[in-house]
């Protein structure tokens, strides 16, 4: 499947037809990362589309379902492309916030760039740190 087909069936809000495309980009050979980019510039186009008021929260908790999807197939495939770890990052959401889109793409595409990641998940409880 293409980018476009990949695309199409994210903005549709299509989650078996997307994860078909991502198992069969990744069975040709495909590199993942080049999966992960196009996934992100579509995610791009569903940002446009809720700032246009053409989707709204439903649909990007959708699109949220299926980026975890396709990051669950990529993330053993990414493992065998980055050759060490440039850094450590924690990251979670905000106390009060209780969805996790943009905080799963980010991890992803941290991963991908070679960063060791440590999740503290949706919804941590908040903590001071003395100095």
Known sequence: ???????????????????????????????????????????????????????FIAELIMVGEILKGISKLLKPKLAGTIR??????????????????GKNIVITMLEAAGFEVVDLGVDPPSFVRPY
Do not use: C, F, Q
């Open 1 to 55: 499947m293409s980018k476009e087909e990949l695309t199409e069936a994210i903005l549709s809000l299509n989650e078996d037809r997307t994860l078909e495309a991502v198992e069969k980009r990744l069975e040709s050979g495909e590199n993942p990362l080049v999966i992960l980019e196009d996934s992100r510039k579509a995610t791009e186009e569903v940002g446009t589309r809720y700032e246009k008021h053409e989707y």
């Open 84 to 101: 060490e770890t440039i850094g450590k990052v924690v990251i979670g959401s905000v106390e009060g916030d209780v969805h996790d889109v």
